[in-house]
């Protein structure tokens, strides 16, 4: 109940400066969505273990909002981040960020199966587990169940009754 609230007040304080996306960095606030759906998220026993990593493949991803979560935790795991290079780097993720620029849409077939939570801000990618987009100058988010089942993870309850959509 206190991770919902915390998401909740971050979320709502960010928004009530503006009612425009804008006034704040987009990845400042999309990095708060990416914590707190790791906070929210039921990890199987094989990722409760050494430290966090959100991967972001991308380059030209905004760094430095992601690099703020470096000193926060998710249970006893420390946040790190991963730049993979190759699909095999993927499976030490456990979230892994595919922005609206990724061009490399095969990551996703490869870590189909595998407990690693897939969020990204592409409307095209409707097969990754949240979809991060705008929608009346505010960030909403989907989810989509069935993939999550293949990858084995499971989302709070709060957190789908957050969601803008949630598939089946």
């Known amino acids: 109940m206190k ?12 928004l ?43 380059e030209h991803v905004s760094n430095d909002a992601f690099l703020a979560l470096r ?3 998710i249970g006893n795991q420390f ?6 290079k190759i ?5 030490g993720c456990h ?3 595919l922005s609206k620029h990724n061009q490399n849409q095969n990551i996703l077939k490869h870590t189909a199966k595998h407990p690693i939570l897939i969020v990204t801000d592409d409307e095209a990618l409707a097969q ?15 989810i989509n169940l ?14 789908l009754q957050l969601a803008k959509e949630v598939t089946p």
């Open 128 to 142: 990754a587990h949240i979809q991060i987009l705008e929608h009346n100058e505010r960030l909403v988010f989907s």
């Open 71 to 73: 000193e926060k935790k």
């Open 87 to 91: 699909k095999d780097d993927f499976l």
């Open 79 to 84: 946040i790190t981040m991963g730049r993979p």
């Open 146 to 159: 069935g993939a999550l089942q293949k990858s084995n993870l499971t989302l709070s309850s709060r957190l």
């Open 16 to 58: 009530a400066q503006s009612n425009k996306v804008e006034a704040l960095p987009e990845y400042t606030l999309k990095a708060a969505y990416v914590y707190n759906f790791a906070l929210l998220t039921d990890w199987p026993k094989e990722k409760r273990a050494g430290d966090f990593v959100i991967c972001l493949p991308e």
């Open 95 to 97: 979230i892994l960020f």
């Open 3 to 14: 991770q919902l609230l915390f998401f909740l007040l971050c979320i709502s304080g960010l």
